[in-house]
């Protein structure tokens, strides 16, 4: 009976867009690319919603805005928030039009305040440039490349990515451990390429007079023999984004923030995504629980750009 439920619902749901489609086409007359930005931004709530276990006609405001702070959680940039919640609100007035609801949800949802300054975003394109900068017959050039990879991969804070353990590396499982804000533990998914480049590292590494206290620690200084400081972090990015003649203001976190943006962009789901970052809100204090690690790795795998990029050039070598 439950199973039945379900399939009916769903092809409510898929019936509901495939009018709500229709309606923006021919009663809205919108281009094809803002008729896509209108669905895509949609896509993105249906799949909180899926994973919340909410059907769309039983959304309430609590939802919406749990959503939306989901949206500011992560970092998305006040426009794009507002952009998003634009097209979620019309979505609701067109079912109050046809009639499958009697009242909006989406009323009372409040748009951000789009003076709100925010890190910069760095393009897929922009990241490629830096992390092709490294110039790998140096001798911190591969790790350079790690330390990069490992920052986009997996969306770490500078802290996190200087704190890595050789012993929260799990790569047969595809994880890696980390420790965030008030010694909360967390796997997080690792791209293949980014394992990839740690492995290339490794045989730097273990060239290197490791100092007591340090031999766990996975990024180390080779002069120093200590692992790296934030400082270094920031100053290697830097240095890195001027050859690559980008002159946007960036740090460490900007990887991070791309990160975010990127997999929404793409397609990840917010809950995932959060899950990634080690976020908490009071928005968002019972998530994650319910979400199992298989399914947010291949969340995060499937939708990073790096990792697409990746796919296609392993694909063309064998074909």
């Not at 970092?75 to 109050?96: C, E």
């Not at 609801?101 to 490629?128: C, F, R, W, Y």
């Not at 080690?278 to 499937?302: F, K, P, Q």
Request: some cysteine.
């Amino acid at each position: 009976m439950e199973i039945n439920e379900k399939k009916q619902k769903k092809e409510q749901q898929a019936l509901i867009i495939r009018k709500y489609q229709q309606y923006l086409k021919l009663e809205k007359s919108l281009s094809p690319n803002t008729l896509e930005a209108y669905l895509t931004d949609l896509d993105k709530l249906l799949s909180f919603l899926t994973l919340e276990g909410i059907n769309i006609l039983d959304v309430c405001l609590a939802d919406l805005q749990r959503f939306a702070a989901g949206l500011h959680d992560i970092g998305i940039h006040p426009r794009s928030q507002a952009r998003i919640l634009s097209g979620i609100k019309s979505f609701f007035r067109f079912l109050i039009m046809a009639d499958y609801l009697e009242a909006d949800p989406s009323e009372l949802l409040e748009s951000p305040n789009i003076g709100l300054k925010l890190p910069e975003v760095l393009t897929v394109e922009e990241i490629d440039r830096i992390i092709a900068t490294v110039d790998r017959s140096k001798a911190e050039g591969q790790r350079n490349r790690a330390i990069l990879e490992t920052l986009y991969s997996c969306g770490l804070r500078v802290s996190e990515l200087v704190n890595l353990k050789l012993s929260d590396l799990y790569f047969d499982e595809g994880f890696i451990k980390v420790e965030g804000k008030g010694n909360k533990q967390r796997l997080i998914p690792i791209s293949p390429r980014a394992i990839n480049e740690i492995k290339l590292y490794f045989t730097d590494r273990n060239q290197i007079e490791v100092k007591s206290g340090h031999e766990d620690f996975v990024f180390i200084s080779l002069r120093r023999g200590k692992r790296l400081s934030r400082i270094m972090i920031f100053h290697m990015i830097k240095e890195l984004a001027q050859q690559a003649s980008i002159t946007k203001n960036i740090s460490p976190h900007t990887f991070r923030h791309s990160f975010a943006t990127h997999l929404l962009e793409g397609g990840a789901n917010l809950r995932a995504i959060q899950c990634m970052l080690g976020h908490e809100s009071i928005a968002t204090t019972e998530i994650y629980t319910h979400i199992d690690r298989n399914v947010l790795r291949s969340e995060i795998i499937e939708h990073h750009p790096r990792n697409i990029k990746y796919r296609k050039e392993k694909e063309s070598l064998f074909h």
